[in-house]
């Protein structure tokens, strides 16, 4: 009879049951309470990882990678620890508040592109209203951090950063202009500005010579991604130059800007002082990544069919040469002159 009576109960009686009052008034459940804790923990952790993710994360940490060497070298030695930690505590709310506002500006093209369908304002794991309020919560945070424990001239410089971004970049050239990188690319450029505006609370033309560098740098390093998602541009409806124009145009233009990125990174020997050590560096990373830029351009003018052009490869070398490039920076200020 009893096991009659539990074969009819429904799934719906059995979690009423499991949940029903005990004789002292309190609610039953099967779960045990460490289960749910650990649940209620995974769930923060995973709406805190999801927060994150819409700073771009990989963005901020190359960002931060100019900065610090840009201090060292303005410092000619090691700034205060405390100087460090706020500036790139300071840099890394404004990179992120910028991110989270273009996440929330572009969250209907993300969700064409299979690159970025799976950023948390598509998937929906965020709402668009919370984002919003996150990205400019982060970028008032970073100003008053900035204007309070670094200097005013860096907390302009860091609301110019966002504004080139989120305003120049995300909305008005972004959908507009097959150069948008181009311009837009300029706010990345902004922290090697700050950086050496933290240290010396203004600014001379050698750090206007390592703005050039990352400005002349980013075409060569975002349009090989670009032709590799070039379909996800165009089905998003973004003009990006590989979208508009052949590999060959787009390749040619490349080696100009990488030959104004050299021209920029050996300009800064004179205007800064550095050492012959630094100026060998300088061009024999500018040699190879010239030659990495012209192996492209000859693959694109003599395509081979089933061969990958290997724009990733420029991609990532564009990353290396950057990378090297400031650790050369950085490096050259505790070198004998």
Request: charged share 15%; net charge positive; hydrophobic share 55%.
């Amino acid at each position: 009879m009893v096991a009659s009576t539990l074969e009819k109960r429904s799934p719906a009686d059995v979690r009423t049951a499991s949940h029903a009052p005990t004789d002292d008034g309190a609610a039953r459940s099967d779960r045990p309470v460490g289960t749910s804790v650990g649940l209620s923990l995974a769930a923060v952790g995973s709406r805190v990882a999801a927060y994150v993710a819409l700073t771009k994360p990989r963005i901020i940490e190359l960002l931060l990678i100019t900065t610090l060497p840009t201090m060292l070298l303005a410092e000619r030695g090691f700034p205060s620890v405390g100087l460090v930690v706020a500036t790139l505590v300071g840099g890394a709310a404004s990179a992120g508040s910028a991110n989270v506002l273009n996440c929330y500006l572009d969250r209907d093209i993300d969700e064409v592109m299979n690159r970025t369908k799976r950023r948390p304002l598509v998937t929906g794991e965020i709402a668009p209203r919370p984002a919003l309020v996150f990205g400019v919560v982060l970028g008032v945070f970073s100003l008053v951090w900035f204007a309070t424990l670094v200097n005013v001239l860096s907390a302009v410089l860091a609301l110019v950063a966002i504004l080139l971004y989120v305003v120049g970049y995300t909305m008005i050239l972004k959908r507009r202009t097959p150069q948008n990188i181009v311009w837009g690319g300029a706010a990345g450029c902004m922290p090697v500005l700050i950086g050496w505006a933290a240290v010396t609370e203004s600014l001379t033309w050698a750090p206007v010579a390592l703005f050039g560098v990352i400005f002349f740098w980013t075409p060569p390093h975002y349009w090989p991604l670009s032709m590799r998602f070039r379909r996800d541009y165009a089905a998003a409806g973004v003009p990006m130059l590989p979208v508009v124009a052949n590999d060959v145009r787009v390749t040619w233009e490349m080696l100009a800007y990488t030959v104004g990125m050299v021209a920029c990174s050996l300009v800064l020997v004179p205007l800064a002082d550095m050492t012959w050590v630094y100026a060998v560096v300088a061009s024999l990373l500018g040699a190879w990544f010239l030659w990495a830029t012209v192996a492209l351009l000859r693959r694109a003018r003599s395509p081979r069919p089933g061969v990958k052009l290997g724009e990733m490869r420029l991609f990532h070398a564009s990353i290396t040469y950057l990378t090297l490039l400031f650790v050369a920076v950085a490096v050259d200020p505790f070198l004998p002159v």
